[in-house]
């Protein structure tokens, strides 16, 4: 194959090796990474691309890991379009920062790659931090504002010293002021000249009085009282140091470890008694039932007082409307009336109002209650049992067991401490007054007091 070893072919082989070289080569130096197809693309938004220049290099850290591909305008502001090498790591929290190279305008766009706990950042997504860099153009408004504030600064002064300004200026007032107040002092001091030498003279004279009682060697002189005072001190240190030693009442009571301990523990007894007294927990429950049967309202007013979370006391007022029950029964009289029967009499009953006391002690067990004492007049107990987080309850009462008044009721919490209820009462009727009622209450405890008082007008 002669053509093989023709000149022609020869240069053009080493033509082409030569050209490959160099593509090569210049993809290696490029800052492009696009170039070798290991690449990721990032785009923002700036308000003045003055400066910047496609294909010049984007940098992290100072060191060059990108370039600008393009610049263009985009709803008003400069769309800027880089192409970062792959390893570098951006994040959602990546930011772009304009830094200036040199004097002369330059800049070039420094990336932060954000934090990596966050999510890593899309291809071709925008990046939304933007920094504000130092720029010579920064700097100059900074310097022509500085200039600004200084011009004026020396107007107001000049204007300020001048004759004709000194009243238009605070500062020329205080000049002004400054300059009257010099002249008072002089005018004063020439016109008592001879009041300020009695008055340096009588200093001189408290001086001269004041060396006398110095070197007064009597009873009553400095010295002699100067001795007492330190005879003073000399036995108050003698009686700390008896204290120290425990001699005496008070250094028993310093110094003796029983002694110490016994005070510690009463203190500790009387701070536990008033802590005690402190949890106290107060709360005041007042409520109206009206039952359906009798047609009246029942009214309750009481007092709980909880010392424990485990325990609490009650006391009551009960307004009862069916607190005595007559019932009169008549007898059926007429033209054929054979033998007295059940069906020959008619009941009628007439309810009194009687108001009564309940005190109770109750008993907690996680959400149950026990309860006992006075209800209504007369010996009792009974249980009350709470569902969904306290706000329901359930609760069922015995007393008067001569003849057995039993009663229940459901109770819901609407909204701190507002409630509705609902049950009935005397539910074997032995009293004569088994009735059905519905009603209504407030319980109140201290925070909600505290509240209450801290909203309150006045």
């Given at each position: 194959?002669?053509?093989?070893?023709?000149?022609?072919?020869?240069?053009?082989l080493m033509v082409i090796v030569?050209?490959?070289?160099?593509?090569?080569?210049?993809?290696?130096?490029?800052?492009?990474?696009?170039?070798?197809?290991?690449?990721?693309?990032?785009?923002?938004?700036?308000?003045?691309?003055?400066?910047?220049?496609?294909?010049?290099?984007?940098?992290?850290?100072?060191?060059?890991?990108?370039?600008?591909?393009?610049?263009?305008?985009?709803?008003?502001?400069?769309?800027?379009?880089?192409?970062?090498?792959?390893?570098?790591?951006?994040?959602?929290?990546?930011?772009?920062?304009?830094?200036?190279?040199?004097?002369?305008?330059?800049?070039?766009?420094?990336?932060?790659?954000?934090?990596?706990?966050?999510?890593?950042?899309?291809?071709?997504?925008?990046?939304?931090?933007?920094?504000?860099?130092?720029?010579?153009?920064?700097?100059?408004?900074?310097?022509?504002?500085?200039?600004?504030?200084?011009?004026?600064?020396?107007?107001?002064?000049?204007?300020?010293?001048?004759?004709?300004?000194?009243?238009?200026?605070?500062?020329?007032?205080?000049?002004?002021?400054?300059?009257?107040?010099?002249?008072?002092?002089?005018?004063?001091?020439?016109?008592?000249?001879?009041?300020?030498?009695?008055?340096?003279?009588?200093?001189?004279?408290?001086?001269?009085?004041?060396?006398?009682?110095?070197?007064?060697?009597?009873?009553?002189?400095l010295k002699e009282t100067w001795?007492?005072?330190?005879?003073?001190?000399?036995?108050?240190?003698?009686?700390?140091?008896?204290?120290?030693?425990?001699?005496?009442?008070?250094?028993?009571?310093?110094?003796?470890?029983?002694?110490?301990?016994?005070?510690?523990?009463?203190?500790?007894?009387?701070?536990?008694?008033?802590?005690?007294?402190?949890?106290?927990?107060?709360?005041?429950?007042?409520?109206?039932?009206?039952?359906?049967?009798?047609?009246?309202?029942?009214?309750?007013?009481?007092?709980?007082?909880?010392?424990g979370l485990d325990r609490y006391?009650?006391?009551?007022?009960?307004?009862?409307?069916?607190?005595?029950?007559?019932?009169?029964?008549?007898?059926?009289?007429?033209?054929?009336?054979?033998?007295?029967?059940?069906?020959?009499?008619?009941?009628?009953?007439?309810?009194?109002?009687?108001?009564?006391?309940?005190?109770?002690?109750?008993?907690?067990?996680?959400?149950?209650?026990?309860?006992?004492?006075?209800?209504?007049?007369?010996?009792?107990?009974?249980?009350?049992?709470?569902?969904?987080?306290?706000?329901?309850?359930?609760?069922?009462?015995?007393?008067?067991?001569?003849?057995?008044?039993?009663?229940?009721?459901?109770?819901?919490?609407?909204?701190?401490?507002?409630?509705?209820?609902?049950?009935?009462?005397?539910?074997?009727?032995?009293?004569?007054?088994?009735?059905?009622?519905?009603?209504?209450?407030?319980?109140?405890?201290?925070?909600?007091?505290?509240?209450?008082?801290?909203?309150?007008?006045?």
């Amino acid at each position: 194959m002669n053509w093989l070893r023709a000149a022609e072919f020869k240069v053009g082989l080493m033509v082409i090796v030569v050209g490959s070289l160099i593509a090569v080569m210049s993809m290696q130096v490029s800052d492009d990474p696009s170039y070798l197809g290991r690449s990721k693309k990032a785009w923002f938004l700036l308000p003045n691309a003055g400066g910047l220049v496609k294909n010049s290099a984007v940098r992290s850290a100072g060191i060059p890991v990108g370039v600008i591909k393009d610049i263009r305008l985009q709803d008003g502001m400069a769309r800027v379009d880089i192409t970062l090498k792959s390893e570098i790591p951006l994040t959602t929290s990546a930011a772009i920062e304009i830094k200036a190279q040199g004097i002369l305008g330059d800049k070039h766009v420094e990336v932060y790659p954000g934090s990596p706990t966050d999510p890593p950042l899309e291809d071709n997504a925008q990046i939304l931090s933007i920094r504000e860099g130092g720029s010579l153009e920064n700097l100059m408004s900074q310097v022509s504002e500085v200039t600004s504030s200084l011009k004026e600064v020396a107007r107001n002064l000049q204007e300020a010293t001048s004759e004709d300004g000194t009243r238009a200026h605070i500062l020329g007032r205080i000049v002004k002021n400054i300059e009257t107040l010099t002249g008072d002092l002089s005018q004063m001091t020439t016109d008592n000249k001879e009041k300020i030498g009695d008055i340096v003279d009588d200093i001189h004279d408290i001086t001269a009085n004041l060396q006398e009682v110095m070197n007064d060697k009597s009873e009553s002189g400095l010295k002699e009282t100067w001795k007492r005072l330190s005879s003073s001190v000399k036995n108050l240190d003698d009686i700390t140091t008896r204290i120290n030693k425990g001699e005496g009442a008070l250094g028993k009571l310093i110094s003796d470890e029983q002694t110490s301990e016994s005070l510690t523990s009463a203190i500790d007894g009387l701070g536990g008694m008033l802590d005690s007294a402190n949890r106290i927990q107060t709360a005041f429950d007042f409520r109206g039932e009206y039952l359906g049967e009798v047609g009246a309202t029942k009214t309750h007013i009481g007092v709980q007082i909880q010392p424990g979370l485990d325990r609490y006391y009650y006391i009551g007022v009960v307004d009862d409307p069916a607190g005595v029950v007559e019932t009169t029964r008549t007898q059926i009289t007429g033209p054929g009336a054979g033998t007295v029967g059940p069906g020959d009499y008619t009941e009628k009953k007439t309810y009194e109002n009687r108001i009564k006391i309940t005190a109770l002690f109750a008993k907690n067990f996680w959400d149950l209650t026990l309860k006992g004492g006075v209800i209504e007049n007369n010996g009792g107990f009974g249980i009350d049992y709470f569902f969904f987080r306290r706000k329901l309850k359930f609760t069922a009462e015995a007393f008067q067991f001569s003849h057995t008044n039993v009663r229940s009721s459901l109770s819901y919490t609407l909204y701190r401490g507002i409630y509705i209820t609902g049950g009935i009462n005397d539910a074997f009727d032995q009293q004569g007054a088994r009735s059905g009622y519905l009603g209504a209450g407030l319980f109140l405890t201290n925070d909600d007091l505290k509240l209450l008082l801290t909203k309150a007008p006045f």
